[in-house]
């Protein structure tokens, strides 16, 4: 299930951000970093690219916040415009920034500049990207490994109702009121941060191992996976609960990155399946997300009906592999055939889907 997850080497200790130095962003327009990292490349990672998946946290919580870790910087007018963390293994560069928008030029630019600072490398490869183009001059493979349905957040909750389609616009006002009818015990709220009791995020994991049986599929989340969602949940988490008669019977378990809101697991109790409150969940959480101002809802990947009718639009996440040029297709003949058998695995797996 974690599919975008990063992963611990071997042999590596991880650090603690907080204890590093604050340097001030030098502004210059183009340059290196080596660990440890000036304290404003953080907030500026999340300011460009507002993804929870290359976020510090993320990072740290996942044991991956090494001393191996590298960044880039490129500027424009003396704005960031590309900021790339990577580690350098053997001659190929691993990219971790992940489910983040990268343009090819982006990506042209970055290259140019690893390739000519570090002689020995042959390769990169990024795990998640959103590329609107592959970048020119060099050999680059692109494999599309998931989807991310996104919605664009209007001002106000009318306005978003009013892009819905009328039976979509209907069904939930209908669903609402039955709920409200049915059970007069019926709440929905909100919390964040330390206001988020690991029991309220367990119960919610649980509903939707649960649901997932129910349907005869595998429940993707390992207890590493569930006690490092709870971390994510206390320190940029957003819980949406539906509560009757004081019961969570229904929830949406969310991650936050600058004003973007991510959702990682939404369930809901079967003993009211006729309710549709995992529905309601997830459409009272987005006009709570409009409320809190923020700007894009990520449903993240799954293709379930539901994400498009409330407004998501699908967005392709690729695996990208690029060398140094065609000298190094030789000379990186076993990561070419990895990518070869993930293409392949992707493309089976969107037959089965379609």
Same mark, same amino acid.
């Given at each position: 299930?974690?599919?975008?997850?990063?992963?611990?080497?071997?042999?590596?200790?991880?650090?603690?951000?907080?204890?590093?130095?604050?340097?001030?962003?030098?502004?210059?327009?183009?340059?290196?970093?080596?660990?440890?990292?000036?304290?404003?490349?953080?907030?500026?990672?999340?300011?460009?690219?507002?993804?929870?998946?290359?976020?510090?946290?993320?990072?740290?919580?996942?044991?991956?916040?090494?001393?191996?870790?590298?960044?880039?910087?490129?500027?424009?007018?003396?704005?960031?415009?590309?900021?790339?963390?990577?580690?350098?293994?053997?001659?190929?560069?691993?990219?971790?920034?992940?489910?983040?928008?990268?343009?090819?030029?982006?990506?042209?630019?970055?290259?140019?500049?690893?390739?000519?600072?570090?002689?020995?490398?042959?390769?990169?490869?990024?795990?998640?990207?959103?590329?609107?183009?592959?970048?020119?001059?060099?050999?680059?493979?692109?494999?599309?490994?998931?989807?991310?349905?996104?919605?664009?957040?209007?001002?106000?909750?009318?306005?978003?109702?009013?892009?819905?389609?009328? *039976?979509?616009? /209907?069904?939930?006002?209908?669903? +609402?009121?039955? #709920?409200?009818?049915? !059970?007069?015990?019926?709440?929905? =709220?909100?919390?964040?941060?330390?206001?988020?009791?690991?029991?309220?995020?367990?119960?919610?994991?649980?509903?939707?191992?649960?649901?997932?049986?129910?349907?005869?599929?595998?429940?993707?989340?390992?207890?590493?996976?569930?006690?490092?969602l709870l971390q994510m949940m206390h320190e940029r988490g957003l819980l949406s609960v539906i509560e009757i008669d004081g019961e969570l019977r229904a929830?949406?378990?969310?991650?936050?990155?600058?004003?973007?809101?991510?959702?990682?697991?939404?369930?809901?109790?079967? *003993?009211?399946? /006729?309710?549709?409150?995992?529905? +309601?969940?997830? #459409?009272?959480?987005? !006009?709570?997300?409009?409320?809190? =101002?923020?700007?894009?809802?990520?449903?993240?990947w799954g293709r379930y009906d539901y994400k498009t009718q409330l407004g998501g639009e699908r967005r392709s996440l690729s695996r990208v592999?690029?060398?140094?040029?065609?000298?190094?297709?030789?000379?990186?003949?076993?990561?070419?055939?990895?990518?070869?058998?993930?293409?392949?695995?992707?493309?089976?797996?969107?037959?089965?889907?379609?």
């Open positions: 299930m974690n599919l975008h997850a990063f992963t611990r080497r071997a042999g590596m200790t991880s650090s603690d951000v907080s204890l590093l130095s604050r340097a001030r962003d030098p502004g210059l327009e183009r340059e290196f970093h080596r660990w440890p990292l000036p304290g404003y490349v953080w907030p500026a990672l999340e300011r460009r690219y507002h993804s929870i998946f290359c976020s510090e946290p993320q990072l740290r919580i996942h044991g991956s916040l090494t001393s191996r870790i590298e960044a880039w910087v490129s500027r424009r007018n003396g704005h960031i415009k590309t900021l790339v963390l990577f580690e350098r293994i053997g001659r190929c560069a691993r990219v971790l920034n992940e489910v983040f928008d990268v343009a090819g030029d982006e990506l042209r630019e970055f290259a140019d500049a690893v390739f000519a600072q570090h002689r020995e490398l042959q390769a990169i490869s990024i795990n998640s990207a959103f590329l609107d183009a592959k970048p020119s001059r060099y050999p680059c493979w692109s494999v599309e490994v998931s989807e991310d349905y996104q919605l664009s957040l209007p001002h106000s909750a009318e306005d978003w109702l009013a892009s819905l389609s009328s *039976q979509t616009r /209907e069904k939930f006002r209908a669903h +609402l009121r039955r #709920a409200q009818r049915r !059970q007069p015990g019926f709440v929905f =709220r909100t919390m964040t941060g330390s206001a988020i009791g690991e029991a309220q995020v367990r119960r919610v994991i649980e509903l939707n191992r649960a649901r997932m049986m129910r349907k005869g599929r595998r429940f993707g989340m390992s207890e590493a996976d569930q006690d490092r929830g949406l378990l969310c991650t936050l990155a600058g004003d973007d809101i991510y959702m990682h697991v939404i369930a809901h109790d079967p *003993q009211f399946d /006729e309710l549709r409150l995992g529905f +309601l969940c997830c #459409a009272l959480t987005i !006009q709570d997300a409009i409320d809190r =101002r923020l700007r894009r809802f990520h449903f993240l592999l690029l060398l140094r040029g065609p000298a190094a297709c030789l000379i990186r003949s076993r990561l070419l055939l990895a990518h070869l058998f993930t293409f392949t695995r992707a493309w089976l797996r969107r037959q089965r889907q379609a």
